[in-house]
C-alpha cells in the first residue's frame, strides 16, 4: 500500500478505552485503514499495546503526531487537556481539524489556548462504544462545517449511533446517554438482586436480568410503537406486570429518574467551568 498523506491520517492523542474503541471500530468498519491511524500517549504501556493490537503507527510525542496528522482526535483526561494543548501549540494548522471527547472542556477553552481559528468538534460518547454499540453526540464549532462534520460522523459512525446538538447541550447529553451506562448497571444489579431474593439462583438471575434488558432495548429500537405503548401491550390489568409497576408509581420512579438525571447535568455544568 502506498503511503498514506497527511490528509488522510487521523492522529489520536491518547489511547485508552475510548480510543482504543474508536480505533478497533474505524479499522473493524472499513472506515480507516490502519496506515492512516496514529496514535501518542504519555502511557508508553497502553500506547505499546495500542500498537500492537491494532497495527497502528505510535508517535514519540504529542507533537509529532499533530504535524503528521490532518485529523487530531484529544481523548485524554479533561485534567490532562491543559497540557497537551500547550504542547501542540504553535505546531496546529488552521486546515487540522480538531476533535474533542474530553467531558467538560468546552471548545472555547481548546481555541483560546491554542490561539488560532479552526475547525473544532466536540463530542460526547459513551462506553458502549467499547462494543461498538455507543451513542455519540457531535457538537460543532464555528469554523466546522458539512465537510468537517462529516469526517466526523464517519469516525463515530464506526461505534455505533450519531446525533448532532449545540455545544450548550453536551451537558445534558452528558447526564443522560454518557452517564446513562451507569444508571442501566445499576438498575440491573437492582434487578438481579431481586430475582435472588425470591428465590433464583444468583447466575440464572443474572442471564435472565441481561437478557431481558437486551431484548427490550432491541425491541424498542425495532418496533414501530412507542415506549407507552409497548409498555402497555406488555401490562395486562390486575396482571404481574401491572403489580410491578404500581410500586413504581407509588414509589415516584419518574421523580427519582429526573433528579438522577438533573444532578448528573449540574455537575456536568459545574466540571465545565
Given amino acids: 500500500m502506498e503511503k498514506m498523506t497527511i490528509k488522510e491520517t487521523l492522529g489520536f492523542i491518547g489511547s485508552g478505552n475510548m480510543a482504543t474503541a474508536l480505533i478497533k471500530g474505524l479499522i473493524q468498519s472499513g472506515a480507516y485503514e490502519k496506515e492512516q491511524i496514529l496514535a501518542a500517549d504519555k502511557s508508553k504501556d497502553c500506547l505499546t499495546k495500542a500498537g500492537e493490537t491494532f497495527g497502528i503507527r505510535c508517535c514519540a510525542s504529542n507533537l509529532e503526531l499533530a504535524l503528521e496528522s490532518a485529523v487530531i482526535l484529544l481523548a485524554v483526561k479533561p485534567q490532562n487537556m491543559r497540557d497537551v494543548l500547550e504542547e501542540i501549540k504553535g505546531k496546529v494548522r488552521k486546515d487540522h481539524l480538531i476533535i474533542s471527547i474530553a467531558a467538560g472542556i468546552p471548545l472555547k477553552m481548546i481555541r483560546e489556548i491554542l490561539a488560532i481559528d479552526l475547525p473544532m468538534i466536540r463530542v460526547m460518547p459513551n462506553t458502549p462504544a467499547l462494543i461498538q454499540e455507543g ?35 453536551l451537558d445534558a447529553v452528558t447526564a443522560l446517554s454518557g452517564s446513562g451506562p451507569g444508571y442501566v448497571f445499576r438498575m440491573m444489579e437492582c434487578v438481579v438482586e431481586a430475582g435472588i431474593t425470591v428465590g433464583l439462583k444468583p447466575d440464572v438471575a443474572l442471564k435472565l436480568v441481561m437478557q431481558t434488558f437486551l431484548g427490550a432495548a432491541r425491541l424498542a429500537g425495532e418496533s414501530e410503537h412507542p415506549l407507552p405503548e409497548l409498555r402497555k401491550m406488555v401490562t395486562s390489568p390486575g396482571g404481574t406486570t401491572a403489580a410491578g409497576l404500581g410500586v413504581f408509581e407509588e414509589s415516584d420512579l419518574k421523580g427519582i429518574i429526573l433528579k438522577a438525571v438533573d444532578a448528573a447535568c449540574r455537575r456536568s455544568v459545574e466540571l465545565g467551568q
Fill in 135 to 169: 451513542a455519540s453526540a457531535l457538537a460543532p464549532g464555528p469554523f466546522a462545517g458539512e465537510k468537517e462534520m462529516a469526517t466526523a460522523r464517519k469516525i463515530f459512525s464506526a461505534v455505533g449511533i450519531v446525533v448532532e446538538v449545540e455545544e450548550a447541550m
